[in-house]
């Protein structure tokens, strides 16, 4: 089991910046690809974006490509997601997830319980 609890949410307004971080406690975080994704009021949840268990590959969501980057730190089992010029449909639940297979899919085996980010124009 792995057990993840995002920090970090909140308001900020639009062209603002937000780093969410994720802690991760139970198996071997360096074993685990990370995920973050996002769940907007009324919408299905979407990928933001993820990282390979070595940081040496990173995937983008189309909408946060050169917005957000996310990064990890294994031996503090954290990986954190640095937003900047953040708009108003950036507003949503923010989730980690840890997974054994590097993707972009939904599928991923452990969750977060969330963060809310809220973005004001």
């Known amino acids: 089991q792995v057990q993840l609890v995002e920090s970090g949410g909140g308001l900020v307004q639009a062209g603002g910046s937000l780093r969410l971080s994720c802690a991760a406690s139970g198996r071997t975080f360096s074993n685990y690809a990370m995920g973050w994704f996002r769940q907007a009021p009324g919408k299905e949840r979407e990928f933001v974006g993820a990282i390979s268990w070595n940081s040496y590959s990173t995937y983008y969501a189309e909408s946060v490509k050169g917005r957000f980057t996310i990064s990890r730190d294994n031996a503090k089992k954290t990986v954190d997601l640095q937003m900047t010029s953040l708009k108003p449909e950036d507003t949503a639940v923010y989730y980690c997830?840890?997974?054994?297979?590097?993707?972009?899919?939904?599928?991923?085996?452990?969750w977060g319980q969330g963060t809310q980010v809220t973005v004001s124009s």
């Open positions: 997830a840890a997974n054994r297979v590097f993707t972009r899919g939904l599928g991923y085996d452990y």
